[in-house]
Nanobody
Framework: QVQLVESGGGLVQAGGSLRLSCAASGRTFSSYAMGWFRQAPGKEREFVAA????????YYGHSAKGRFTISRDNAKNTVALQMNSLKPEDTAVYYC????????????????WGQGTQVTVSS
């Protein structure tokens, strides 16, 4: 098993940037593909980004393409989401997720979730 703890959320003005981080503990971090999801009030959970175990592959949801970048550091057991050019519609709780396989993350069905971190973008 793996435990995930997100940090880095907060309040930012439209056009600004935030960097989310997720620290993993438990089973070997490099055994997992990692990803980020988000959920806004009254909306369904949305896939944001995924990264493979070795960082060789990344994949982004439509809303994240060109503005967000996912990265990981297997030596530090962390995965990050750099978010630039933020918009009010990016306001949501952002969740870190882990799965054994990259495609499982992309399909939106990871086995492990963090507790989430709130991101609020003001207009």
């Amino acid at each position: 098993q793996v435990q995930l703890v997100e940090s880095g959320g907060g309040l930012v003005q439209a056009g600004g940037s935030l960097r989310l981080s997720c620290a993993a503990s438990g089973r070997t971090f490099s055994s997992y593909a990692m990803g980020w999801f988000r959920q806004a009030p009254g909306k369904e959970r949305e896939f944001v980004a995924a990264i493979s175990r070795s960082s060789a592959s990344t994949y982004y949801g439509h809303s994240a393409k060109g503005r967000f970048t996912i990265s990981r550091d297997n030596a530090k057991n962390t995965v990050a989401l750099q978010m630039n050019s933020l918009k009010p519609e990016d306001t949501a709780v952002y969740y870190c997720a882990a799965a054994e396989f990259f495609n499982t993350i992309v399909r939106g069905d990871p086995g492990y979730w963090g507790q989430g971190t709130q991101v609020t973008v003001s207009s």
